[in-house]
Nanobody, 116 residues
């Protein structure tokens, strides 16, 4: 059974930082592209950042330079370090694991609220 469990969300002031973690089980983690997506109230889910099995990263323009993504294959965990947070970063953040179309998995999400 595949499980992706996100943690690290919460309430933070503008300009602050948070680190999200996603622990994976039930998959060969090192083979998967891992990613973070987010969905703000009333909006569609959007890509935040992805990291391939080879460590190649991709970012949304809105977070480039602020939200580095990383992975630890020994711990089966992917991270999203969120710096210089803005109110528009408020959303539910979802972890994704993808190997091919039929091997695509999602976590349940963790809420990040940026507010003073």
């Amino acid at each position: 059974q595949v499980q992706l469990v996100e943690s690290g969300g919460g309430l933070v002031q503008p300009g602050g930082s948070l680190r999200l973690s996603c622990a994976a089980s039930g998959i060969i983690f090192s083979a998967y592209q891992m990613g973070w997506y987010r969905q703000a109230p009333g909006k569609q889910r959007e890509l935040v950042a992805t990291i391939t099995s080879d460590g190649i990263t991709k970012y949304a323009d809105s977070v480039k330079g602020r939200f580095p993504i990383s992975r630890d294959n020994d711990k089966n965990t992917v991270y999203l370090q969120m710096n210089s947070l803005k109110s528009e970063d408020t959303a539910v953040y979802y972890c994704n694991a993808n190997l091919r179309p039929r091997l695509d998995y999602w976590g349940k999400g963790t809420l990040v609220t940026v507010s003073s």
